[in-house]
């Protein structure tokens, strides 16, 4: 598993609140992405890392923002929950940033906006 | 029309049998292609990876690329139940960008 780990594994938050999910990995992977996986889209990027308080947008990222202070650490925020938010999102792990670097993916964190 | 696409199934195939997965896809310029697996509840994980047009293969698993037509294949012989997940194809072209097919279900019937 790349030493990934997210939190929380499961959240229901209701419409407007603020919701941040953490991916933490210990094994000091350069780059790192967040990820949502919905039905019938498969995994589209939202933002991502490429060092220590260096982020950059993805294809999503409108209704997201991040931060990485620590290697370790990717915080993916949600300022102002919307239902559309509803998705399961997967953080992810590489070393180059290229087309040959491969991504780890840590396990999830399953998340519903009522 | 998405970049990539992808039949979501589901397909179920008994034991044994050889399993036929595919994408297309629209940007000439993607030379890296992956497949990865998923299993319910998991984050995927890479399964084979392949750059430009051809087949590797990797025990029970190939996968072919056809550049030409856009097309890229995988096969699963001799299928067992633990092969039961979705699997999803990924490709780039020479940047770190992914693009993900939906992802097709695969159940393996003992």
């Known amino acids: 598993d790349a030493g990934i780990t997210q939190s929380p594994r499961h959240k229901v938050t209701e419409t407007g609140t603020p919701v941040t999910l953490r991916c933490h990995q210990t094994e000091n992977h350069r780059y790192m992405y967040w990820y949502r996986q919905d039905p019938g889209h498969g995994l589209r990027l939202i933002h991502y890392?490429?060092?220590?308080?260096?982020?950059d947008k993805g294809e999503v990222s409108d209704g997201y923002s991040v931060s990485r202070s620590k290697t370790e650490d990717f915080l993916l925020t949600l300022e102002s929950a919307t239902s559309s938010q509803t998705s399961v999102y997967f953080c992810?792990?590489?070393?180059?940033?290229?087309?040959?670097?491969?991504?780890?993916f840590g396990p999830g964190t399953r998340l519903t906006v009522l | 029309q998405k970049e990539v696409e992808q039949d979501p199934g589901p397909l179920s195939v008994p034991e044994g049998a050889i399993v036929s997965l595919n994408c297309t896809y629209s940007?000439?310029?993607?030379?890296?292609f992956m497949w990865y697996r998923q299993y319910s509840r998991k984050g995927p994980e890479l399964l084979m990876y392949t750059y430009s047009s051809g087949n590797k293969e990797d025990g029970r698993f190939t996968a072919q690329v056809d550049k030409s037509s856009k097309y890229i294949s995988l096969f699963i012989r001799d299928s067992q139940p633990s092969d039961s997940a979705t699997y999803l194809c990924?490709?780039?072209?020479?940047?770190?960008?992914?693009?993900f097919g939906a992802g097709t279900t695969v159940t393996v019937r003992a």
């Open positions: 890392s490429y060092g220590v308080k260096d982020t």
């Open positions: 940007n000439s310029a993607f030379q890296y």
């Open positions: 992810a792990v590489g070393d180059s940033g290229t087309s040959t670097d491969t991504q780890y």
């Open positions: 990924a490709m780039s072209g020479n940047d770190y960008k992914l693009s």
